[in-house]
């Protein structure tokens, strides 16, 4: 299947900045998720927004997704060192079935929130 | 929340064994897991969608008699590197699908394997 775009492939910024990170799908779409990657670990899953959701919030995050444009957009507010990781969109199509759940990933976009 | 285990987290085999890793939803039920893979420095590519009891569905150009996946019940699947090689190297990571709505998905922490 083929893969989302995210730009920038990687942002440096410093503490208490925002960080903005968008990320393009190709087809339609169920929902959209977000996910966090430290280096060499798991996905810590940060937020879902469905195909009929303009935007959402969750603590710093704050999520937009346009439909029209096929694309979304994550910002972390006042950002901390902690911070520093790899942000992925995931897209799950309208597919039924076992299908149902397949999440096509987004490149990426590698954070780093300098102290 | 749910939670996902792999095994193991790491291992490092040689060129033409085989390797056996093991994805389980401990405190739930999944009819559906998903096998991932992760080249460094590189986003998830869905290997193949693991369904209990019946074959597995693999995306285009993925091996299947390369990475044989065995899904036997309702809380554990396998995925096989069948003769492995240093290109099979990755981050393979899993993901299981509750059987109720709203059929959330939680991934697992990885498996790191080495083929030297």
């Known amino acids: 299947s083929q893969q989302g775009e995210e730009d920038p492939q990687a942002l440096s910024i410093q503490e208490g900045e925002n960080a903005t990170m968008n990320c393009s799908y190709k087809?339609?779409?169920?929902?959209l998720q977000w996910y966090r990657q430290n280096s060499g670990r798991g996905l810590v899953h940060l937020i879902l927004?469905?195909?009929?959701?303009r935007e959402k919030h969750s603590g710093r995050l704050r999520v937009t997704l346009d439909t029209s444009k096929k694309s979304s957009s994550l910002l972390i507010t006042a950002s901390r060192a902690a911070d520093t990781a790899s942000y992925f969109c995931?897209?799950?199509?309208?597919?039924?079935?076992?299908?149902?759940?397949?999440?096509?990933f987004g490149q990426g976009t590698i954070l780093t929130v300098h102290p | 929340g749910a939670v996902v285990s792999q095994h193991p987290s790491w291992v490092i085999c040689k060129s033409g064994t085989s390797v056996k890793i093991e994805c389980r939803s401990l405190?739930?039920?999944?009819?559906?897991m998903f096998w991932y893979r992760q080249f460094p420095k590189q986003s998830l590519m869905l290997m193949a969608t693991s369904n209990e009891g019946s074959k597995a569905t693999y995306e285009q150009g993925v091996e299947k008699d390369k990475f044989l996946i065995n899904h036997a019940s309702l809380t554990l699947s396998t995925l096989t590197v069948t003769s492995a090689h240093p290109e099979d190297s990755s981050f393979y990571i899993c993901?299981?699908?509750?059987?109720?709505?709203?059929?959330?998905?939680?991934f697992g922490p990885g498996t790191r394997l080495t083929v030297t």
């Open positions: 087809t339609s779409i169920n929902n």
């Open positions: 993901s299981a699908r509750e059987q109720i709505l709203p059929y959330e998905q939680y």
């Open positions: 405190d739930f039920q999944a009819t559906t």
């Open positions: 995931a897209s799950s199509r309208n597919a039924g079935g076992t299908s149902y759940g397949k999440l096509t």
């Open positions: 927004i469905r195909s009929n959701e």
